[in-house]
């Protein structure tokens, strides 16, 4: 499955958060980081591969990731689900093994006004 990750810094290798490292859809990505910079910054839009072999689906939780996926640490590797938050056609996934289930495939530097439409 291919994903993005927006983010004000650029990445070169995914680490696991508190939460999970959360990709999605190109439009979940844009509306994340948009919430954390201004419409003019810049941002790294990277493009990720995702190995969703050992995912499971579930339901979205929100910012409660954590709790849900210590039960199921040793047994999945990350969870496909419908984005609530970041609405898209596409499903989200979150990983807690991002160096087993993620490798970027290439990054670009943004801005958000690179994706308003013309006209």
Known sequence: MIAYHASPVLISRFRCTEQGVHVGS???????????????????????????SRFVEEIDHGYDWRSVFEKE????????????????????????????TLKILDVSKKTLNDFRKKG
């Open 73 to 100: 640490v040793d047994s999945v590797n990350g969870y496909v689900y419908s984005n609530r938050y970041e609405p898209s056609s596409e499903p989200s996934c979150v990983t807690w093994k991002p160096e087993e």
């Open 26 to 52: 190109l439009e979940s990505a844009l509306e994340a980081v948009a919430r954390k910079i201004g419409r003019n910054s810049e941002f790294f839009l990277h493009r990720v591969e995702v190995d969703t």
